[in-house]
């Protein structure tokens, strides 16, 4: 069965994070997405978390394949005036036109959203920045951490003794990256009853206010500023929730009384249910040190995945703490086909191991078919297919316009 958005063709003008895991969500689902990099370099993404040499001769890094595959690269020099013709046409066949650039950059280079709807009245045009279109800080440079920082976010994360930390990851671009897949999708669900396209204006720094939105309204409804809590929870029945174990660490999220009760008692500690530092949620949270010391010298007399089958039996939420190595060992993983493997991309001689998508549909599910591709790797062949002809494609190589 076909797939969501097979004959939906994007054109990509994304780099980096949030633009490239936008379209790659189309991509998984059998969209036609044309990458469009310079033809000297590409994308910045493809110098992140190289893996030696040989995958920066490439031009492939860990970075750059974990949001690409699927798609095809057509090398082109935004800037070259040879460049209007090509974007025309590509904008002429496509549904959606998806960038990520400082708001006002690409209509500074001719292919903002007022150019792009002449070309194609229906289009699906999505702007993805750091702070968005409007308002006073619209056009100012924006990397995941900054919008961490800005948000707020960090001041949720860490433990006080160090103060605010950083996500280990990069949340608020993936978070814009979702709304973003998501805005489309919804773009392209309603142009399907009325015919028009869409103007989507998505700001990172509005994504990553939407992830945290229940320590936001706790503020703003009941006045109780977020406080770090290290390891622990607002949400919580007790303060601390990761502890040592003879093996690995391990995650514990006893969300109710009945919970936190229903460990001390797989423990074998009743005393914790009665002590009166520990015998309520309040308490339990303003003792938070004192109930860590007491629950880690427990837990560290038995490994990690004893404790995590014995109180998953009664009820109680429990994680080991995985490495990654660990994780990808893990039955649940294996069994839910996380990892597909894909052809050597070109320039590499090993197949690659990628990240198939979070969901299963009953028919036509996503997933990684293709490798990410070589700069410019497709570019004759996208080409061809907007009407250009061997002649032409050759001029726009001799003028450098592609590559």
């Keep these: 069965m076909a797939k969501v958005f097979e004959g939906v063709r994007v054109v990509d003008f994304t780099q980096v994070i949030s633009g490239p895991y936008a379209s790659y969500q189309l991509a998984l689902q059998g969209a036609d997405v044309i990458k469009l990099e310079h033809h000297q370099g590409g994308d910045q993404g493809r110098a992140m978390m190289a893996g030696g040499p040989d995958f920066l001769d490439a031009g492939q890094s860990s970075l750059f394949m974990a949001f690409n595959s699927n798609k095809r690269s057509l090398g082109l020099d935004l800037k070259h005036p040879g460049a209007r013709d090509v974007v025309r046409r590509l904008v002429e066949s496509a549904d959606v036109v998806v960038e990520n650039f400082k708001a006002g950059t690409l209509a500074r280079m001719g292919f903002g959203y007022d150019t792009i709807s002449e070309w194609k009245p229906n289009i699906v045009y999505c702007s993805i920045s750091g702070f968005g279109a409007t308002g006073p800080l619209a056009g100012k440079a924006a990397y995941d951490p900054v919008i961490q920082a800005h948000s707020g976010m960090m001041t949720l994360t860490g433990f006080p003794e160090n103060g605010p930390t950083k996500v280990g990851f990069w949340v608020t671009d993936v978070a814009a990256g979702i709304h973003a897949a998501y ?8 142009r399907e009853r009325t015919g028009q396209g869409r103007r989507i204006d ?9 992830f945290i939105s229940p320590m936001v309204l706790h503020y703003l409804n009941c006045g109780i500023e977020p406080q770090l809590a290290g390891n622990g929870s607002a949400a919580s029945s007790n303060a601390p929730t990761v502890y040592p174990t003879a093996t690995n660490m391990i995650q514990i999220a006893t969300a109710t009384q009945a919970q936190y009760e229903k460990m001390c008692d797989v423990l074998e500690r009743p005393d914790l249910k009665t002590d009166p530092r520990f015998a309520e949620r309040l308490t339990r949270m303003d003792n938070g040190p004192a109930l860590f010391e007491e629950l880690s010298r427990t837990f560290a007399t038995r490994p990690a995945k004893e404790w995590e089958k014995k109180l998953e039996a009664v009820g109680v939420p429990a994680g080991v703490v995985n490495t990654v190595p660990e994780m990808l060992r893990d039955e649940q ?12 991309p070109v320039g590499l001689a090993k197949s690659m191991a990628m990240i198939n998508a979070a969901f299963h549909l009953n028919e036509g599910s996503p ?37």
Excluded: N, W
């Design 333 to 344: 993983v294996i069994h839910r086909h996380v990892v597909q493997t894909v052809d050597p």
């Design 183 to 190: 805005a489309i999708s919804s773009a392209l669900f309603a």
């Design 367 to 403: 997933s990684v078919v293709s490798p990410p591709p070589h700069v410019g790797q497709h570019t004759d062949q996208v080409l061809g297919e907007v009407g250009f002809s061997s002649a032409d494609i050759a001029k726009l190589r001799e003028d450098r316009v592609v590559g």
């Design 202 to 210: 998505l700001s990172m720094l509005d994504a990553a206010i939407g």
